[in-house]
């Protein structure tokens, strides 16, 4: 089994930085697609930011210039720096991960997810 375990979340005010981080452990034979959702109270999960499997970045209009994915392939590990944070970032995030086993299929894992709160 693999495990996505994430970290770093907390409470900021408007404006502060946090940076998320999300390990993947276990039997990983190699990482399609990496990257973070979120869910806020009362709204859908949506995508934040992540790694394709094409080797590329997608990032949600909403944060563009204000989150910036990055990874550390050697460590299996997935961070997502926030800056310029709003009330409105408020949410639970998820990471999520694509990931082939040794028999080249690839299957989704979600972790348990970090809050972020963000005050006004």
């Known amino acids: 089994q693999v495990q996505l375990v994430e970290s770093g979340g907390g409470l900021v005010q408007t404006g502060g930085s946090l940076r998320l981080s999300c390990a993947a452990s276990?039997?990983?034979?190699?990482?399609?697609?990496m990257g973070w959702y979120r869910r806020a109270p009362g709204k859908q999960r949506e995508l934040v930011a992540k790694?394709?499997?094409?080797?590329?970045?997608n990032y949600a209009d909403f944060v563009k210039g204000r989150f910036t994915i990055s990874r550390d392939n050697a460590k299996n590990t997935v961070y997502l720096q926030m800056n310029s944070l709003k009330p409105e970032d408020t949410a639970v995030y998820y990471c999520?991960?694509?990931?082939?086993?040794?028999?080249?299929?690839?299957?989704?894992?979600w972790g348990k997810g970090t809050l972020v709160t963000v005050s006004s």
């Open positions: 276990g039997s990983i034979f190699s990482i399609n697609a």
């Open positions: 999520h991960a694509d990931i082939d086993s040794d028999l080249g299929v690839g299957i989704n894992y």
């Open positions: 790694f394709t499997s094409g080797g590329g970045t």
